[in-house]
């Protein structure tokens, strides 16, 4: 894991106009252990559907978008944290998370 002991999981942008994906399915639930480039949820598009994949080793800890939850780019839709991050800042994290867009 990286030494942030709390990675965003956001919407990705798989091409120069898209503005807004869809969670088709998740591959993951909380409390398993994801590994750096594992696929974790299918995102659909206009033109296509494809995986996203885990950006860091850890606890994919928190689900915040369902299947069929249509976002735009960048928005947060999962978490990924060590075991020992409590829930009390996972949920600032989330809080107080803005995006690349927003930024």
């Known amino acids: 894991m990286t030494s942030q002991a709390i990675i965003p999981i956001t919407m990705p942008k798989f091409g120069m106009t898209m503005r807004e994906g869809k969670v088709a ?3 993951v639930e909380a409390g398993d252990e994801v590994g750096e480039g594992d696929e974790i949820v299918s ?6 559907t494809n995986s996203c994949e885990a950006p ?10 369902d299947s069929g939850d249509t976002l735009p ?31």
Request: no cysteine.
């Open 43 to 48: 995102i659909e598009t206009e033109k296509i």
């Open 73 to 103: 780019v960048g928005a947060l839709i999962g978490v990924i944290a060590t075991s020992e991050t409590t829930e009390a800042d996972i949920d600032a994290f989330v809080a107080n998370f803005k995006s690349q867009e927003e930024a």
């Open 56 to 65: 860091a080793d850890g606890v994919f800890r928190r689900r915040l978008a």
């Open 25 to 27: 399915d998740w591959q």
